[in-house]
């Protein structure tokens, strides 16, 4: 968190700001299921207007950038309910 970077076997994976503001949050609660409406919150903050969306579009492009098999992810899972 300290140098706000992300590391995935030895390789350094670039981030938009966005992105790395899911990952830190994720990482500060790890094991906790964290809503759209939490993460849009904490990352665009409470007064942004737009759509719920974009949340599924960064954790989607997230998704891409560290997973193995993005269809099948194993760091960022969804939970259903």
């Not at 299921?33 to 969306?53: F, H, N, P, Q």
Request: proline residues 5%.
């Amino acid at each position: 968190l300290r140098n706000r970077t992300l590391e995935k076997n030895g390789q350094r994976i670039k981030l938009t700001p966005m992105e790395y503001s899911i990952v830190k949050l994720f990482m500060s609660n790890p094991g906790k299921s964290i809503s759209r409406e939490e993460i849009l919150t904490a990352v665009w903050g409470k007064d942004y207007l737009g759509e719920l969306k974009i949340v599924d579009v960064n954790i989607r492009r997230l998704r891409i950038k560290i997973e193995d098999d993005p269809q099948n992810p194993t760091y960022i899972t969804t939970v259903w309910g």
